[in-house]
């Protein structure tokens, strides 16, 4: 399985950005992010069966957006109102977990691609 996600750049806080993930197969999607100096931290997850089975971290609530084209293999986050506490690699995963389930934990995510680097500056 192959995953790559895009997207990243350097914006100002208050701007947008989407990324995406192009990724082959029928997974449950995740993004995470990893700060500088931090641990790797769980985004928002959608499911592959029920686009509407969607999982947000509290950071991301009301700002992110997750969202899949399953017949372009692609999935999106919509990022506004982007803020300097938002400034990390962004990862995105693949869980082989079933039905609606959208996990949290990254070890529940068997595949993983290259991050995209989001710096949003204040």
């Known amino acids: 399985v192959q995953l790559q996600a895009s997207g990243g750049g350097l914006v100002q806080a208050g701007d947008s950005l989407r990324l995406s993930c192009a990724a082959s197969?029928?997974?449950?999607m995740g993004w995470f992010r990893q700060a500088p100096g931090k641990e790797r931290e769980f985004v928002v997850g959608?499911?592959?069966?029920?686009?509407?089975?969607?999982t947000y971290a509290a950071p991301a609530k009301g700002r992110f957006t997750i969202s899949r084209d399953n017949a372009a293999n692609t999935i999106y986050l919509q990022m506004n109102s982007l803020i300097p506490e938002d400034t990390a690699v962004y990862y995105c995963?693949?869980?082989?977990?079933?039905?609606?389930?959208?996990?949290?934990?990254?070890?529940?995510?068997?595949?993983w691609g290259r991050g995209t680097l989001v710096t949003v500056s204040s």
């Open positions: 995963a693949a869980s082989e977990s079933g039905g609606s389930y959208v996990a949290r934990d990254s070890r529940e995510y068997r595949f």
């Open positions: 197969g029928r997974f449950t």
């Open positions: 959608i499911s592959f069966r029920d686009a509407r089975a969607t």
